[in-house]
């Protein structure tokens, strides 16, 4: 069966500071991956998609990036976060194989900068 | 672009009542169309989903069709447990290969004993 993982479940960060939130799925090859944040308030936006390894495509200009430096894993980061770069962040996944295609979640990072 | 909109919460609710959350979404073509449904501190987790107009999509008591016509995917569940107390997303894909999702803002939903 397949999982999804994400680290570490909870984050606290100073303004300035650096940002790498992993994402690894394991049992499926060849994902879709997506990168989510959740601000109060503000529901679910997506950050970034990735279809193949080394492929980002990014969807809100920002201080963050995403890379996939392997099938199964996706990396979140930031050279200077922001206070407006709290939230929580999902990853989740999606198999191509399937004829209807869902999307899988992981349990997500919170993630506060002060 | 495409856009998601559902009813704005919170939505509290006595066990046992009839629950309603209304969702309409701007889309071209015929998209996919889901709910999802996040549990306190936890991730989200796809509650049920239709693929093409008419389809009703269903999965522990919760439904919801897919009208065309209305552009609507409204989700109903009869009666309402205390463990149903969560926050509900609406989504549609387009597909084309990303299969992005577009998310409503989400409505919580709290249901009392």
């Known amino acids: 069966s397949q999982t999804i993982h994400q680290w570490p479940a909870t984050l606290v960060q100073p303004v300035g500071s650096p940002l790498s939130l992993e994402c690894t799925v394991e049992g499926t090859s060849n994902p879709n991956l997506y990168w989510y944040r959740q601000a109060a308030g503000r529901g679910l936006q997506l950050l970034f998609y990735?279809?193949?390894?080394?492929?980002i495509s990014s969807e809100v200009p920002q201080n963050l990036s995403a890379s996939r430096p392997q099938d199964r894993q996706f990396i979140l980061s930031s050279k200077k976060l922001l206070l407006s770069d709290s939230g929580f962040y999902l990853c989740?996944?999606?198999?191509?194989?399937?004829?209807?295609?869902?999307?899988?979640f992981g349990p997500g990072t919170r993630l506060t900068v002060t | 672009g495409d856009s998601v909109t559902q009813m704005e919460g919170p939505v509290t609710l006595s066990e046992e009542a009839f629950l309603t959350i209304n969702c309409t979404y701007t889309?071209?073509?015929?998209?996919?169309l889901f709910w999802y449904v996040q549990y306190p501190g936890e991730g989200l987790q796809l509650l049920l989903k239709?693929?093409?107009?008419?389809d009703k999509g269903s999965n522990k008591g919760f439904e919801a069709t897919y009208r065309k016509e209305t552009t609507s995917f409204h989700l109903e569940k009869g009666s309402v447990q205390v463990s149903d107390s969560a926050v509900y997303f609406c989504?549609?894909?387009?597909?084309?290969?990303?299969?992005?999702?577009?998310f409503g803002k989400g409505t919580k939903l709290t249901v009392n004993p």
């Open positions: 989504a549609l894909s387009q597909g084309g290969g990303s299969e992005k999702l577009v």
């Open positions: 239709a693929t093409k107009a008419d």
């Open positions: 990735s279809v193949g390894i080394g492929q």
């Open positions: 989740a996944w999606l198999s191509k194989g399937t004829s209807v295609y869902e999307q899988y």
């Open positions: 889309a071209t073509g015929y998209p996919s």
